[in-house]
């Protein structure tokens, strides 16, 4: 279906172009005309022609254009360059399509990855990063070159699904629902929805008749049963929009939209378990390392830098490294975008992958009801730049160590990669559940298609390999994970109140040193990044630091609260 014609982009105008335009519109006048044309090339000032054209702009511009000019649509003729792990703020983009009818959308750059197949001189075959010119590489699509979706494709779907669904009393099952698509009535679409409290379901149903037309809206009820509204839970409505019938693209069953929709706990007592507090006696031994037993478990914390380095419950050794801050992150495409403006020279420069640690003071204060509080105040000095840390560990008597990491920032940083923790378990823990959003990688800037729930998998299946070995696999709005071997014995770490994890069995640093995914050595741990949150990801472009404001770490001071929990 050809909607326009289009002259190009990326170029100068001049008198050529307007005797182009002439004599395409005597052939076609039917069909409007799209050209990129700026003079000079690039410039922030309206295109000519039958369309507003730019491309990879910020939000506040693509406005602007269109209020110049009152007589024309804008259309996008690039953005979104998702290049490696990409696709942040696009709905933001998607929000002002929505609010301004003469925007009417883009073209996403890209959809595949333009990798080529090629040898190493041992015969081994990966993909080739070609594009160098920018920095960057020529993988900037939403689906690997062996097309393989990337986890990016899950937001851009939802971003783009054609189904709107408006929040009137979820928690009386009222809803709105909202048919985007111009001549498609939504006959052949059925609606199954599931109640979820504390992550599990329990209350499902199926409404098979959406009598909504083309671009018209329907009020449904769904009868969610008031007695499963349990003060104090968490609760969500889920709503997953699936084709009836087979369709020449994809096969009954096959979900076209969906939602999520939280329910306001209702007032009232707190139906939970009643937990007795902690049984046993704690005993500690204080020097270089200090260290703290109970009935089951031992910890030792190093006073020398105060990490926690040991955690053994029951025999078993649970970190192999230990728990240490952190505040970088490997370099996605979008990181190392924009030369020495870039967030990762930025990064380098300040030297935020090493540190230094200079303990000031230990403070042990046993409690009256049995807990054991330590306090570890420390300062970190980097290449430019100190943080002072006052590490808080609170031991119960069953070994559950609740942790509270203060964080102050002495001198100017770049806006930090995350803030956090890293520690390392043995390979033997290789399942995780958790209970946030998922199931795939999600970021702060990209979560809205990961919906809260209970998850579980593999570690070895939370690493997506692009192209370029980057930052992948992380999870936001974390209340709680579990890491396990095959006993389904482990660790548990919960957020006070939610955390971004990511766990994996390849280290940083075999992801910082590796160029290609072929040349990435899986590592002989589980590697597991506790933070309070990580920069978001950027998307408007690859060239530039874009990651927006409210999706940046620039805060002077940080509080970073969780619990650590063997079972």
Same mark, same amino acid.
């Given at each position: ?22 004599? $395409? ?6 069909? /409007?005309?799209?050209?990129? !044309?700026? +003079? ?12 507003? *054209? ?7 511009? $693509? ?5 110049? @000019?009152? *007589?024309? /649509? ?39 990855? &333009? ?26 699509? =939403? ?16 971003? =783009? #699904? ?77 709503? *997953?929009?699936? =084709? ?15 939602? #999520? ?8 007592? !707190?139906?939970?378990?009643? $937990?007795?507090?902690? &049984? ?21 914390? @190093?006073?020398? +830098? ?25 370099? +996605? ?33 046993? #409690? ?10 420390? +300062? ?16 119960e008597p069953d070994g559950r160590v609740d942790v509270q990491l203060d964080l102050t920032l002495l001198d100017?940083?770049? /806006? ?6 890293q520690f390392a378990m043995p390979s033997a823990y290789s399942h995780m559940t958790w209970y946030g959003r ?19 998998? !593999? %570690? ?60 990435? %050595? ?21 060239? !530039? /630091? ?5 999706? #940046? ?9 969780? *619990?650590?929990?063997?079972?």
């Amino acid at each position: 279906c050809i909607f326009s014609w289009s002259m190009g982009n990326e170029t100068g105008w001049g008198a050529n172009f307007d005797a182009m335009y002439r004599a $395409i519109k005597a052939l076609d006048p039917s069909r /409007p005309i799209h050209y990129e !044309s700026k +003079t000079p090339a690039y410039a922030n000032v309206l295109s000519r022609y039958d369309i507003i *054209s730019t491309m990879y702009p910020k939000l506040d511009d $693509i406005v602007r254009l269109m209020n110049e @000019d009152p *007589s024309r /649509p804008v259309i996008i003729c690039e953005y979104a360059h998702t290049m490696g792990n990409s696709l942040g703020n696009f709905k933001e983009y998607w929000d002002l399509f929505y609010r301004y009818p003469r925007l009417q959308g883009g073209f996403n750059w890209d959809w595949v990855d &333009q990798g080529l197949r090629s040898k190493d001189d041992q015969g081994r075959e990966y993909w080739n990063v070609v594009n160098s010119i920018d920095g960057a590489n020529a993988n900037d699509g =939403l689906i690997n070159p062996d097309r393989i979706p990337q986890p990016e494709l899950n937001e851009f779907k939802k971003t =783009l #699904q054609n189904i709107r669904v408006e929040d009137i009393d979820a928690s009386q099952g009222e809803l709105r629902i909202s048919n985007l698509f111009f001549f498609r009535t939504l006959d052949d679409v059925e609606m199954r929805w599931e109640l979820l409290r504390d992550g599990l379901a329990v209350q499902s149903g199926l409404v098979d008749r959406l009598k909504v037309g083309p671009m018209d809206s329907a009020d449904l009820s769904v009868p969610v049963d008031k007695e499963l509204l349990v003060p104090g839970s968490e609760l969500y409505l889920n709503l *997953s929009f699936r =084709l009836k019938h087979d369709s020449p693209y994809a096969e009954k069953g096959f979900e076209i939209a969906k939602e #999520q929709l939280e329910i306001a706990s209702p007032n009232g007592p !707190s139906v939970g378990p009643d $937990i007795p507090p902690a &049984q046993g006696k704690l005993s500690w031994e204080q020097g270089e390392k200090i260290h703290i037993s109970g009935t089951d478990f031992k910890l030792v914390v @190093d006073a020398q +830098t105060g990490a926690l380095c040991e955690y053994r419950y029951r025999g078993a050794t649970l970190l192999s490294e230990p728990l240490m801050p952190c505040f970088w992150r490997v370099p +996605t495409d979008n990181d190392e975008g924009g030369g020495e403006s870039s967030f990762a020279h930025r990064w380098r420069v300040a030297g935020l992958d090493h540190y230094s640690v200079e303990v000031n003071a230990v403070h042990l204060n046993p #409690q009256e009801n049995g807990e054991l509080k330590l306090e570890v105040l420390s +300062t970190l000095s980097f290449k430019e730049g100190r943080m002072n840390l006052a590490a808080h560990y609170t031991v119960e008597p069953d070994g559950r160590v609740d942790v509270q990491l203060d964080l102050t920032l002495l001198d100017d940083f770049p /806006p930090l990669a995350r803030v956090g923790v890293q520690f390392a378990m043995p390979s033997a823990y290789s399942h995780m559940t958790w209970y946030g959003r998922g199931p795939f990688e999600n970021y702060q800037d990209r979560k809205g298609s990961a919906h809260v729930g209970l998850y579980s998998g !593999s %570690v070895a299946d939370q690493h997506f390999e692009f192209v370029m070995p980057q930052e992948n696999g992380n999870k936001t709005d974390v209340r709680w994970i579990k890491v396990m071997d095959k006993a389904e014995t482990g660790l548990k770490v919960s957020g006070e109140p939610v955390l971004e994890v990511n766990v994996q069995d390849y280290s940083q640093r075999a992801l910082n040193d590796a160029k290609t995914s072929h040349s990435l %050595v899986r590592g002989e741990m589980t590697y597991i990044h506790v933070d309070l949150k990580q920069m978001g990801l950027g998307g408007d472009d690859s060239w !530039s /630091p874009r990651v927006h404001e409210e999706y #940046q770490l620039k805060d002077k001071s940080y509080r970073l609260r969780f *619990s650590l929990k063997a079972f």
